[in-house]
T-cell receptor
């Protein structure tokens, strides 16, 4: 089974609202990353958080990591229609290990 | 830099045929990997490599072979195509200089097996 699992599977919000997506994983990790995928396109890296970090910010993105609960959350503030996409978390167990993706959260931002 | 390139963009195969999906990167990345993505689903790792001459299996390796003779190239071979291999295939690469870092993805290859 996959290392990461996102929750919810689908999320629909109004433009301007905040969107929160969660990722849970099963074993200890080295890094956790979040990616975005627009329909039919390749994945774009959003943010990386290391196992010894608890929170990172990048623009309107805020990522938290709770290693005791084996979970991470991605918060997108003041959402825009252009944020409509699928969001995936990905984890690796060690620096030279494979990177495993979760099934993703589909976000729809309604103008 | 071209980044990660994949060829072909689209391919239709008949059951039993073999083919090679090409992936190349010009960023001197040590780590390269292949994923498949089925409709409405996430990415599943097929094979990966942490350097030239080193490959390892991912989550769904059956029916696929890889080799890594150079740092730049990481081809994926379908040995005998099956309809279950109809999918979109993504190649990715990343630097391991500071540990696993950002993965850069290619545009994908859409494969239909009839």
């Amino acid at each position: 089974s996959q290392q990461g699992e996102e929750d919810p599977q689908a999320l629909s919000i109004q433009e301007g609202e905040n969107a929160t997506m969660n990722c849970s994983y099963k074993t200890s990790i080295n890094n956790l990353q979040w990616y975005r995928q627009n329909s039919g396109r390749g994945l774009v890296h959003l943010i990386l958080i290391r196992s010894n970090e608890r929170e990172k910010h990048s623009g309107r993105l805020r990522v938290t990591l709770d290693t005791s609960k084996k979970s991470s959350s991605l918060l997108i503030t003041a959402s825009r229609a252009a944020d409509t996409a699928s969001y995936f978390c990905a984890t690796d167990k060690t620096s030279y290990d494979k990177v495993i993706f979760g099934p993703g959260t589909s976000l729809s931002v309604i103008p | 830099n071209a980044g990660v390139t994949q060829t072909p963009k689209f391919q239709v195969l008949k059951t039993g045929q073999s083919m090679t999906l090409q992936c190349a990167q010009d960023m001197n990345h040590e780590y390269m990997s292949w994923y498949r993505q089925d409709p409405g689903m996430g990415l599943r790792l097929i094979h990966y490599s942490v350097g030239a001459g080193i490959t390892d299996q991912g989550e769904v390796p059956n029916g696929y072979n890889v080799s890594r003779s150079t740092t730049e190239d990481f081809p994926l071979r379908l040995l005998s195509a099956a309809p279950s291999q109809t999918s979109v295939y993504f190649c990715a690469s990343s630097s391991l200089a500071g540990g696993q870092e950002t993965q850069y993805f290619g545009p994908g290859t859409r494969l239909l097996v009839l």
